[in-house]
C-alpha cells in the first residue's frame, strides 16, 4: 500500500474545503469570511411560502393572433389582386368570400395558413403541427417573461418550471402573501397607442358605432374611451423603461428604438392637439393631449397611480409582454411553522439513517466499519459544500436523497469488505488481500453507481421541480461516495497499516 504525499495532500484539501464550505449552513456567516459566505437555499415546503398554478390560455392568444393577421392578409391580397366581397375572424379561424379559390390559396401560403372551400365561404386554417410548435414556443416565452417579473420585484430564488402542455408552477419560498407577485403576473403587459376620439359615461356605451374600440378610462372609472381602431405603436419599439423618481406625480418614462421614434415622431407631427391614448392590457392608463411635435421617441405615462403602480408598471413593460393570457387556477401558501416541522422531521431521517448504517456497519465489519462510518460523516459534509457552492435549493424531496444517499454511500465500503474477506479465504496474505480487494471491487463499483447516476440524471432531467431537488442531492451524494470510499476509507486503513507497525498482519479487525 502506497500512498504519495501529493495524493494525501488532495485528500485532506478537499475534505478541509469540505468542512469550510458547510459550514455557513449552521452557523452565523456574520462571523465567517466573506468568500465563505455561501448556502444552500430552502424550499417551499422548508422554510414557508406560496404557490402558484398558472395555466397559460393559448386558444386565446391564437385567435387574437388570427384576427392580427386580417390587415396583413387584405393587404397581400390586394397586391396579388384577389378580389374580396368579405373577411372575418370567427374564433380559431379566418372565413372569407372570393371566386379566385386557387390564387387565393398561393396568397395565404405566405402566412403558413391553409384554404379550405366550403360551399360558398373559404376557410383560413393555422396548420395543426405549426399551431402545436407555436404554441410551445408561446409557453416557454411566458415562463422567461415570468422569471423576468419575480426577479425584477425582488424575490429570490423562485422556482419556476412547465407543467404538462399549458401549466406554468411558480414556488416562491419565503413568500407569505403573494398578492403583488399575482398582479404582476395577471397583465400581459400588452402596449398600444391609438388615437382617443371622445370620453363617454359608461351608460351610453352601446351608442357608440363598432367601427370604434371603447375601453376602460383608469383615471376616470365613470367614464370610458373611444378609440379609433388602428394602432398607431406597439410595445415591441420600447427599448428602455424607467420609473420616474423624486417627482410629484409618480410615473414611467418610455425611450423608444430608432423605428419607434420614427413612428412617435410622425404620430406628433400629424395629430398636434389630439389626444393620445396609451393602452395597457385593453385599459387608458393615461390619454396626453399631443401639444407640439417630438421627435425623439421619449414618451411619459402618469396621472392617478401610486409608486407602486409606477414601479409595477415599469417592471411589467421592461420584462416584455406576454404571448398568451396567463390565469392562476390554483395558490396555496405553506406556513412558515409547516416548514420548521418539515426541517425537523428530515433532519431526523437523515440523522437516523446515519445512526442505523453506522451500527450495522460497526457491527459488520468492527473497526473497518468505523473508518467507513467516518468516510459517510465527509460523505454528508462535502454533499452540503457542494449544495452550499452550487446554490441549489434543497427541497423536501432533497432531503430524502440525502437520507438514500447516507444508506447507498457505505455500498462500495461493503462490496470492498467483502471482497478482501473472500481474497482472505482464497488464502492471500494481509497486505496483498486489502489492495486487492480496492482493486477488483473498483469496476462493480463503478457499475453500480453509474447506473444509479443514469436514473437521477432521467429524473433530473424530465422530472421538475422538487423531484428534481431529489435528483440533485442524488447525483452529489452518489459522485462525493466514489470520492470517500475509493480514497478516504482507503486512507485510513493505510494509516491503520501504518498505526500497527506491522506490514504482515495475520489478522484484520473486519
Known amino acids: 500500500m502506497q500512498f504519495s504525499r501529493f495524493k494525501i495532500f488532495w485528500i485532506f484539501f478537499v475534505c478541509i474545503l469540505g468542512i469550510m464550505f458547510a459550514l455557513p449552513n ?31 390560455d393559448l386558444e386565446s392568444a391564437y385567435q387574437e393572433e388570427m384576427q392580427a393577421l386580417i390587415p396583413d392578409i387584405k393587404k397581400q391580397l390586394r397586391k396579388d389582386k384577389i378580389t374580396l366581397s368579405e373577411i372575418k375572424s370567427t374564433g380559431n379561424e379566418i372565413t372569407l368570400k372570393t371566386e379566385q379559390f386557387d390564387e387565393l ?31 410551445a414556443k408561446k409557453v416557454d ?148 393631449k399631443i401639444t407640439q411635435h417630438i421627435p425623439i421617441g421619449v414618451a411619459s405615462i402618469s396621472g392617478s397611480m401610486t409608486i407602486q403602480d409606477a414601479t409595477r408598471l415599469k417592471t411589467i413593460l421592461s420584462s416584455g409582454s406576454l404571448p398568451a393570457p396567463l390565469k392562476i387556477i390554483e395558490e396555496r401558501t405553506v406556513g412558515p411553522s409547516l416548514g420548521m416541522d418539515a426541517i425537523a422531521d428530515g433532519k431526523n431521517a437523515v440523522l437516523l439513517s446515519f445512526a442505523f448504517v453506522s451500527v450495522f456497519m460497526f ?77 477488483r471491487s473498483m469496476a462493480t463499483i463503478l457499475d453500480a453507481n453509474l447506473t444509479t447516476l443514469i436514473g437521477a440524471a432521467a429524473l433530473f432531467e424530465f422530472g421538475s421541480g422538487s423531484v428534481k431537488g431529489f435528483a440533485v442531492t442524488l447525483m452529489i451524494g452518489i459522485v462525493i461516495s466514489m470520492f470517500t470510499a475509493l480514497t478516504l476509507t482507503y486512507y485510513q486503513i493505510y494509516l491503520y497499516t501504518l498505526y500497527t507497525k506491522n506490514r504482515k498482519l495475520e489478522s484484520l479487525p473486519i
Do not use: W
Not at 456574520?30 to 398554478?53: A, D, I, M, V
Not at 462535502?382 to 447507498?408: D, Q, Y
Open 26 to 56: 449552521f452557523v452565523s456567516t456574520n462571523k465567517l469570511p466573506s468568500f465563505l459566505n455561501h448556502r444552500f437555499n430552502l424550499g417551499l415546503e422548508l422554510q414557508g411560502g406560496s404557490y402558484l398554478q398558472l395555466f397559460v
Open 105 to 135: 390559396k398561393k396568397s395565404v401560403a405566405v402566412f403558413n395558413l391553409t384554404a379550405v372551400q366550403d360551399k360558398n365561404k373559404i376557410h383560413l386554417l393555422q396548420d395543426p403541427a405549426k399551431k402545436e410548435e407555436r404554441n
Open 141 to 288: 416565452q411566458c415562463i422567461e417573461v415570468v422569471k423576468r417579473r419575480i426577479d425584477e420585484s425582488g424575490t429570490k430564488e423562485p422556482s419556476i418550471y412547465k407543467q404538462g402542455k399549458d401549466r406554468i408552477v411558480v414556488q416562491l419560498a419565503g413568500v407569505q402573501n403573494p398578492e403583488e407577485v399575482k398582479k404582476l403576473l395577471g397583465q400581459t403587459g400588452r402596449l398600444t397607442f391609438k388615437l382617443l376620439k371622445e370620453l363617454i359615461p359608461v351608460e351610453s356605451k352601446h351608442t357608440i358605432s363598432p367601427i370604434y374600440d371603447i375601453v376602460p378610462f383608469k383615471e376616470d372609472p365613470k367614464h370610458l374611451c373611444v378609440l379609433e381602431k388602428e394602432v398607431l405603436l406597439t410595445g415591441d419599439v420600447l427599448e428602455k423603461v424607467k420609473a420616474l423618481q423624486g417627482q410629484a406625480l409618480p410615473g414611467v418614462v418610455l425611450e423608444m428604438n430608432t423605428i419607434g421614434g420614427r413612428k412617435f415622431s410622425d404620430i406628433t407631427l400629424h395629430n398636434i392637439n389630439r389626444q393620445l391614448a396609451i393602452v395597457i392590457d385593453g385599459m387608458v392608463v393615461s390619454a396626453p
Open 363 to 439: 457491527a459488520a465489519y468492527s473497526l473497518f466499519g468505523l473508518f467507513a462510518c467516518v468516510s459517510l460523516l465527509f460523505n454528508l459534509v462535502l454533499t452540503f459544500a457542494a449544495l452550499s457552492l452550487l446554490g441549489a435549493t434543497l427541497t423536501l424531496p432533497g432531503i430524502a436523497g440525502l437520507a438514500l444517499t447516507v444508506g447507498m454511500a457505505v455500498d462500495a465500503n461493503v462490496l470492498i469488505y467483502e471482497r478482501i474477506k473472500e481474497e482472505l479465504r482464497h488464502g492471500l496474505k494481509t497486505m496483498r488481500a486489502i489492495v486487492s480487494g480496492f482493486e
